[in-house]
């Protein structure tokens, strides 16, 4: 059972005496109200942070007693992703890609160079549609699966690390995740750098933030993300952080 269903079954429970009690005692329907109103709002709570793991375990960070963190890019590859390939290998940092199938099939090279670099190839579904969530569960395995597909016909390996896209997480989605047979990723620091206008504010927060067994969430396709990644990764080395993909970070196998 997942924390949605204990609670869901608490819900209930709470929900039928509520209304036991207003048609024997006359307590106020109201109380019955404001459980569900507030069971409603922990859903919607529930479902955008995944980090709650409400409806499925996702991995958010590895150990917090190391100084190991790992990188992971989201959405790409797109044109810029070759300049953050080129940072990392300079910097020998390995890091995740959780890629988007349909521009994987448009820039298969790139995809092939971060796997040939020692980099993560992950699945971050096939179309990233904002109407991702609202699928029905079937569907989603079904778009994972496509996006697998994709990245399995340019590296010849199906990737087994999926990030939901938006880090949106509900009943179906989870289903989804479970039946195409993938480990959820979250993350522990989210950079903001999709929003970020100033570069500097950024690398700076994120440097303050960081803790040992971060997963620090970040974009290949947002050019102040580029900009910063030499420093990000100079400075964080100074503070004594090492870099790691999530294979060692979480102990787990990234491929099927
Ligand atoms: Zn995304």
Avoid at 34 to 39: F, N
Avoid at 155 to 168: D, E, H, N, T
Wanted: hydrophobic content about 40%; charged content about 25%; proline content about 3%.
């Amino acid at each position: 059972m997942y924390r949605s269903q204990y609670i869901a079954i608490i819900v209930t429970i709470v929900l039928v005496a509520l209304i036991v009690l207003h048609f024997t005692v006359g307590i106020s329907i109201n109380y019955a109200i404001l459980v569900g109103a507030m069971h409603a709002l922990v859903l919607g709570f529930g479902s955008y942070f995944i980090r709650w793991n409400y409806f499925i375990k996702s991995h958010h960070h590895g150990d917090r007693n190391d100084n190991k963190i790992a990188l992971t890019f989201d959405d790409g590859p797109v044109g810029l992703t070759g300049d953050v390939l080129d940072i990392l290998k300079e910097k020998k940092v390995p890091a995740v890609f959780f890629c988007i199938g349909y521009r994987v099939e448009g820039l298969p090279k790139t995809v092939e160079r971060m796997y040939e670099e020692g980099h993560i190839v992950a699945n971050h579904s096939f179309k990233h549609a904002h109407s991702f969530d609202m699928k029905k569960a079937s569907n989603i395995k079904k778009e994972i699966d496509e996006c697998s597909r994709a990245i399995m016909r340019v590296i010849g390996k199906a990737p087994k690390l999926f990030r939901p896209p938006y880090g949106v997480t509900n009943p179906n989605v989870a289903k989804g995740i479970r039946r195409a047979n993938m480990h959820s990723i979250g993350w522990s620091l989210r950079s903001y750098d999709t929003t970020a206008k100033d570069g500097q504010k950024l690398k700076t927060k994120i440097l303050r933030k960081l803790k040992g067994g971060d997963i620090v969430l970040l974009h290949d396709r947002v050019l102040v993300t580029a900009e910063i990644l030499t420093e990000l990764i100079d400075e964080a080395r100074e503070k004594g952080f090492t870099f790691v993909g999530l294979d060692e970070l979480l102990d787990i196998q990234p491929y099927a």
